[in-house]
């Protein structure tokens, strides 16, 4: 079954603990993203990768990594929490397209995170 | 910039009622516009889609119609049915062919 994956689904920790979120594709694509989804807001965009090794930010990009050393993986990493970036993440796929395609993105069940 | 301007909710409507649900969007150019829906708990699904002015994209009994006129996407269901509750977003493809999403309609039928 052709699917993004997320782990873990939820997590609660503590302001200035790392952690990890990891997203994984099976679809073989090469653009990934991460979103954070917040109440009036909308989805945001934090990161996203053009392929492999190709990263670049998105629109809140701060307090935020990411890495893409694989093709299906895509981890979100926060090196020290806040509060702040309480939410719930999403990463996404989506074929590389070019010209007008239609740019259809695939979004994974979504992970909520509540920082102390 | 682009940007995404959609109707708040939340939406509050009985079974059989029509739906609308208002998009506006700003953008260079015509980008491809999108609807998703966030069924509860979980991601994000693509409802429809149009990729050019005048189209209109379908599914699951909705419908939006690219107006570049009235730079518009609204969404539209005749008979809605109480497992439509969900939250929709409407989208648009960014210059980096990243989404551009509105705030989501909340909409909530009630048998």
């Known amino acids: 079954e052709a699917q993004v994956t997320q782990n873990p689904r939820y997590l609660i920790t503590v302001t200035g603990k790392k952690l990890t979120v990891t997203c994984s594709q099976n679809m073989n694509h090469e653009y990934m993203s991460w979103y954070r989804q917040d109440p009036g807001l909308g989805l945001r965009q934090i990161y996203y990768s053009m392929n492999v090794e190709v990263t670049d930010k998105g629109d809140v990009p701060e307090g935020y990594k990411v890495s893409r050393k694989e093709k299906r993986n895509f981890p979100l990493i926060l090196e020290s929490p806040s509060p702040n970036q309480t939410s719930l993440y999403f990463c996404?796929?989506?074929?590389?397209?070019?010209?007008?395609?239609?740019?259809?993105?695939?979004f994974g069940p979504g992970t909520r995170l509540t920082v102390t | 910039g682009n940007s995404v301007t959609q109707m708040e909710g939340p939406v509050t409507l009985s079974e059989e009622a029509f739906l609308t649900i208002n998009c506006t969007y700003t953008a260079t150019g015509y980008p491809s516009l999108f609807w998703y829906v966030q069924y509860p708990g979980e991601g994000l699904q693509l409802l429809l889609k149009a990729t050019k002015a005048d189209d209109k994209g379908s599914n699951k009994g909705f419908e939006a119609t690219y107006r570049k006129e009235t730079t518009s996407f609204h969404l539209e269901k005749g008979s809605v049915q109480v497992s439509d509750s969900a939250v929709y977003f409407c989208a648009l493809r960014g210059s980096q062919g990243n989404l551009i999403f509105g705030k989501g309609t909340k909409l909530s039928v009630k048998p």
């Open positions: 996404a796929s989506r074929p590389q397209v070019s010209g007008t395609g239609s740019y259809e993105q695939y």
